[in-house]
């Protein structure tokens, strides 16, 4: 490109044939259109030559990759809350997934140059124009994919795998926190539970049990592993070490036993799943299924009051809870009007319902939903009609 322009200007620097004429007073000065307008012709042409060398394309990465990804995050949380609200008003979640993202630029640029060169008689004189365009295109090809079929809706009432569950664990989510959401009950110990719009608390030994659970898992007192069993496929093992704790998480890991059930002797215990307690080696998990996470969030929807009148959705289940369960559970505000600022809000039958911004309880738990749906064994898509919505 370099030697391109080099010869160009040459070309349009280089000192014409000398030419004599006459001029009357009257009569215009005509200059030079390759000397006075040479500059002009070679600065269209290196706009020209330079805005065809560019690349557009590795200029979008930084931006698209993380405006795609913060718009799919926010647009899940939304698809999530409103699928929570809509199992409290009875209504069908539906999830729809974003499949692919195709997203085409162009960038079309062009300069011209217009001149005329007069003879000596000519009154007009010499004259030179440029002009230039620049067309920029950006069009992206979104595809969806709606989330249904036999294989999807399995998933979604399947229980969980209780590996999965105590997986977290070990991944440092608060015990308290993922099997208070996750499990019906621990070795037949219940947990808080609704169904049908009617709700059970929790058993209290259940609700001392994930407190000391936390303590003990803070103090790193249990751990996790997977073995190997060929009749049986792999399994998971919990461990509760009894080496190197101080005596008051001792006494604390005896206590989870015996509140739970489970024999003071084994070091370790087989997870299995069952709502009933297990062997003497056995830590019986009755995990939920998403579906059960998903309607165990739906009873801390704030219904209005018009909602409650019409009977459209299930009655507020807060009635029969303690102001202690209150403070601790999570919360999904309703109103009006949309919230200046939310973690996530979503409009449903005239009225918006909202995860608040500093309420990082709710905060956590929705985010927590959207993990486990990754967890859920919900198989492959059916293969079903592709929705493409150009933007244009």
Not at 74 to 87: P, R
Not at 255 to 279: C, D, N, V, W
Not at 299 to 317: F, G, Q
Not at 327 to 345: C, D, E, L, M, N
Request: with cysteine; net charge neutral; hydrophobic share 40%.
């Amino acid at each position: 490109m370099n030697t391109i322009l080099a010869a160009l200007s040459r070309t349009m620097s280089a000192p014409s044939a000398p030419t004599t004429a006459v001029h009357s007073p009257l009569a215009p000065r005509h200059r030079s259109l390759t000397t006075d307008h040479g500059s002009i012709l070679l600065l269209a042409f290196t706009l020209l030559v330079t805005a065809g060398c560019k690349h557009i394309g590795p200029k979008t990465v930084a931006v698209d990759r993380f405006d795609y990804s913060t718009a799919i995050a926010d647009s899940w949380k939304q698809q999530t809350l409103l699928n929570i609200v809509k199992l409290r008003y009875m209504d069908l979640p539906v999830f729809v997934d974003v499949a692919s993202i195709v997203s085409g630029y162009s960038l079309q640029t062009g300069v011209s140059v217009n001149g005329t060169l007069s003879s000596p008689q000519a009154v007009q004189g010499d004259f030179a124009s440029i002009g230039g365009h620049a067309i920029y295109t950006d069009r992206p090809t979104i595809t969806y994919v709606p989330m249904t079929g036999e294989k999807f809706m399995r998933g979604l009432i399947t229980p969980i795998d209780p590996k999965n569950i105590f997986f977290l664990l070990q991944a440092g989510y608060a015990a308290d926190f993922i099997l208070g959401m996750s499990v019906e009950s621990l070795n037949g110990v219940r947990n808080r539970s609704t169904a049908g719009g009617a709700v059970r608390e929790a058993d209290p030994e259940f609700n001392r049990a994930l407190a000391l659970l936390r303590e003990v898992q803070n103090a790193g007192a249990f751990g996790m592993r997977v073995e190997e069993d060929k009749t049986k496929g792999s399994t998971g093992v919990v461990f509760f070490r009894r080496d190197d704790v101080t005596p008051d998480i001792a006494e604390k890991g005896t206590e989870i036993r015996r509140l739970l059930k489970l024999s003071a002797h084994p070091q370790k215990f087989t997870l299995i799943y069952s709502p009933m307690r297990g062997a003497e080696s056995e830590l019986a998990v009755n995990s939920r299924s998403m579906m059960q996470i998903m309607q165990a969030l739906a009873s801390h929807v704030d219904v209005p009051e018009p909602h409650l009148e019409d009977s459209s959705a299930w009655p507020s289940p807060e009635n029969g809870s303690t102001s202690e369960s209150r403070q601790q559970t999570v919360r999904i505000y309703s109103g009006k009007t949309k919230p200046a600022t939310a973690f996530a809000a979503v409009r449903y039958r005239d009225w918006w319902f909202w995860v608040d911004n500093g309420d990082r309880q709710t905060k956590r738990a929705l985010s927590t939903v959207i993990l486990i749906f990754t967890l859920a064994d919900a198989g492959s898509n059916e293969k079903l009609p592709l929705i493409t919505i150009p933007a244009q």
